[in-house]
């Protein structure tokens, strides 16, 4: 299976936005602790095929079947990754691949 592969632990969080006195504010609720899942940088043709879908990505994450949606955020070793495209493959619920963008902060 291809979670033998998955050898990276992961939280991913919602992002949500609220209103205080006319200041946006971000707020994160924990979707998910503990994931183990699988991280790589895209390939250059990876890459330019999100880009045909106006979606800059830089990392492929592998996981389990999970909640997360896009504008997530998926940390991993204190890295954080803003979810841009989620795939089910085949729609088979084995896994899911999420192509991310590394976040700078």
Do not use: W
Request: proline share 1%; with cysteine; glycine share 4%.
């Amino acid at each position: 299976m291809i979670e033998d592969y998955f050898n990276d632990v992961c939280t991913i969080q919602r992002v949500s936005f609220a209103n205080d006195k006319g200041l946006t504010k971000e707020t994160y609720s924990t979707i998910k602790n503990s994931l183990c899942c699988k991280i790589r940088l895209l390939t250059g043709n990876e890459i330019f095929q999100n880009e045909k879908q106006n979606q800059v990505t830089t990392h492929r994450i592998y996981m389990s079947i999970v909640d997360v949606k896009y504008g997530d955020v998926v940390t991993i070793n204190s890295v954080k990754y803003k979810v841009k495209i989620t795939n089910n493959p085949m729609g088979m619920n084995n896994y899911l691949i999420v192509d991310c963008e590394k976040s700078e902060n």
